[in-house]
């Protein structure tokens, strides 16, 4: 989609401490250097490293650099000036028992569900096939300009699903033969990511996607996933969909800010970033 993807090791000596995923862009004679909701630290990582790692990390990356650590406590950390406010996200534990999960959710949320059950849909899931689904994924288009929500574009599910169409999940529900509702999911094990959902009138009347999210949440937790995003948490420009989320009995966590990283070059005892390609090494694995 017109960008290149680089996982790199991160290391404190010849240690590996964790790794960075980094999307890199070409504009003209620009390129811009995206880390989203990382890096990704291994586990007992002293904090002296983590800072010393994310205070070098911009000096690190090629041309301008844009993060976003997963760790709200981790922005202060780099000394960089915020473009965009820490978001929260709303996430599901996919490792605790049906019943602790369905005990967390909120009583209107557990009894919009129980009218679900009740109600007869017939619920099917499958990978998602961009091309036989497109009738289904114009309905979601249709809805976003509708109600003027932003959302990864359409092109991004065509590729995920064209390169691994096991790595996606589409979950419907049906009532008198047609479909009502959908969700569909993007699945990096351990961790699945609520991608895109629709649902139309008769759906909602009868809280399809209160059902859909439960069926899809005891299917991932069966086959060993951990978690499940399911994404931003916007009180204000999208409270419907915020408080089903958090009805859900997600936990909501906030994250870091989107970062502007001057470039800057720092040596630390521990933790080296001299350059690209010494200090954080290209995984080839």
């Known amino acids: 989609m017109g960008g290149t993807v680089g996982r790199y090791r991160i290391l404190a000596g010849e240690n590996e401490i964790g790794r960075v995923q980094v999307l890199v862009r070409r504009w003209g004679p620009f390129r811009l250097a995206w880390v989203g909701r990382g890096p990704v630290w291994l586990a007992g990582v002293p904090e002296a490293e983590r800072r010393a790692a994310l205070a070098g990390l911009a000096g690190a990356l090629p041309g301008v650099a844009l993060v976003q ?8 950390w780099f000394g ?36 679900a059950q009740a109600a007869g849909l017939i619920l099917g899931h499958r990978p998602l096939d961009p091309a036989a689904d497109a009738g289904l994924l114009a309905r ?80 991932l937790a069966a086959r ?33 800010p989107t970062l502007l990283p001057l470039p800057r070059i720092l040596h630390h005892p521990l933790v080296v970033l001299r350059a690209f390609p010494l200090a954080i090494r290209r995984n080839r694995g």
């Open 224 to 256: 060993g996933f951990a978690r499940l995003d399911l994404g931003t948490v916007d009180t204000e420009t999208s409270p419907g969909l915020a408080r089903f989320k958090i009805g859900s009995g997600a936990r909501i966590r906030a994250i870091g």
């Open 140 to 219: 979601e288009a249709e809805q976003r300009r509708a109600r003027r929500y932003a959302a990864l574009p359409p092109a991004f599910l065509h590729h995920w699903a064209g390169h691994d169409r096991a790595a996606t999940r589409l979950f419907t529900a049906q009532a008198g033969g047609e479909v009502v509702a959908y969700m569909a999911f993007l699945m990096h094990p351990p961790v699945a990511t609520y991608h895109v959902g629709w649902s139309g009138a008769e759906g909602r009347r009868l809280s399809a996607h209160h059902l859909l999210l439960w069926q899809a949440s005891e299917w």
């Open 69 to 76: 650590p997963d760790r709200e406590d981790e922005a202060a």
């Open 80 to 115: 960089a000036p915020a473009l965009m406010t820490a978001p929260s996200v709303a996430e599901l534990d996919l490792a605790a028992p049906g019943a602790d999960r369905m005990a967390r959710q909120h009583g209107k949320w557990r009894n919009r569900l129980r009218k």
